[in-house]
């Protein structure tokens, strides 16, 4: 793995090929919904995009930059914690 990024209830693992893992609590983004998932699964929303650091932010909200400086957000836009107004997605949407 090359970075963690942790919140409670739960997790980010980005592994060393710029794919990236979530696990726990509110970690179902892909499939549109908040299920628990016990072990790490691959969200699959970056169109192949090769991500390159993770970060969690409060409120369930989570931040990747993929390799050419394109930052996605998604979770819960609680006090525009996303940086994206009006916009409270559970898909990663990249920030113009």
């Keep these: 793995w090359a970075q ?56 369930n909200a989570s931040f990747a930059i993929t390799s050419e400086g394109k930052l996605y957000s998604w979770g819960d836009n609680n006090q525009l914690s996303l940086g994206r107004a009006n916009d409270n997605s559970m898909h990663p949407g990249m920030h113009q």
């Excluded at 209830?9 to 609590?25: E, I, K, R």
């Excluded at 908040?34 to 699959?44: G, N, V």
Aim: proline share 4%; net charge negative.
């Design 4 to 59: 963690f990024a942790f919140d409670h209830p739960s997790f980010m693992a980005l592994d060393m090929s710029g794919q990236l893992y979530t696990c726990g609590t509110h970690s179902g983004h892909s499939a549109n919904n908040w299920e628990a998932k016990l072990s790490p699964t691959l969200l699959d929303a970056f169109n192949g995009e090769n991500i390159v650091r993770i970060a969690k932010g409060s409120g």
